[in-house]
């Protein structure tokens, strides 16, 4: 089973199908929105692996608008969330989905995926490997950011700042990744933040999206569920109802 190797590195990876069926059934339950009240706006990489494998009912809600540019980093930025947020039914709430993503082959090899067409396996994340790469030979000059490639640029500082946790690491790619994570969900934070929402709630769901081979699909480990009360600024947690059997 192509779940298994996949919880080798994510014990509680579920299939995308899973993971969106349970995000729409908890939203449900607990703040009586059907999915035609729900702006999703996804922070993801550009890879052409997340549109392929991209979840079929999460186009159940509007949108997606994507903030998201290479290893799901928000390079929309506030114009870009202020934008997504104007687009909310009042009624509703915004529901904000950020992820970096990481290839796992079917028999565990992580980091990399069989992709359509190809006979030799390929980098996944591509950027975020690249940007390994580039750490490990000692290639990366702090505050080096071009506007010729920002964005793999910016994702090279974000590694260069946890060198040390990165390549001290029993697996660098995996903690690469859960270091783009954290930096990912720091700054949609503060873009949350900095960004008046007109509607009733805005949920904030984040993870690990993690790409299989061609014929595996994709799988998602989330680490952030949780909403918040527009009207009020309260914050409460749904990881443990979107766990439940």
């Known amino acids: 089973m192509s779940i298994e190797s996949v919880r080798k590195w994510y014990p509680k990876a579920l299939t995308s199908i899973d993971t969106v069926n349970r995000l729409l059934d908890t939203i449900e339950k607990y703040l009586e929105l059907k999915p035609k009240q729900l702006m999703h706006a996804d922070s993801m990489c550009c890879d052409d692996v997340n549109a392929i494998q991209y979840p079929p009912r999460a186009y159940e809600m509007l949108g997606p608008f994507h903030l998201g ?5 928000p390079f929309a930025g506030l114009t870009g969330m202020g934008a997504f947020a104007h687009h909310v039914p009042e ?36 950027a975020a490997k690249g940007a390994l790469a580039k750490l490990v030979a000692g290639q990366i000059i702090e505050g080096n950011i071009t ?59 984040g993870g690990i999206f993690i790409n299989g081979d061609k014929d595996m699909g994709s799988f998602c480990q989330y680490k952030k569920f949780e909403y918040i009360n527009v009207a ?14």
């Open 147 to 205: 506007s010729l490639d920002f964005q793999i640029n910016t994702i090279e500082q974000i590694f260069l700042h946890s060198k040390e946790r990165i390549l001290n690491a029993e697996n660098q790619i995996f903690e690469a990744t859960e270091v783009m994570y954290e930096a990912i969900d720091e700054r949609i934070e503060i873009l949350v933040k900095e960004t008046r929402y007109p509607c009733k709630y805005v949920i904030l769901v």
């Open 232 to 245: 009020t600024m309260e914050r409460k947690n749904l990881m443990d109802a979107y766990y439940e059997d």
């Open 91 to 126: 009624d509703g709430a915004v529901i904000i989905f950020y992820a970096p993503h990481i290839g796992i082959t079917r028999d565990g090899q992580i980091g990399e995926i069989s992709r359509i067409g190809q006979r030799t396996n390929s980098a996944c994340c591509g």
């Open 69 to 73: 540019g290479l290893d799901g980093f």
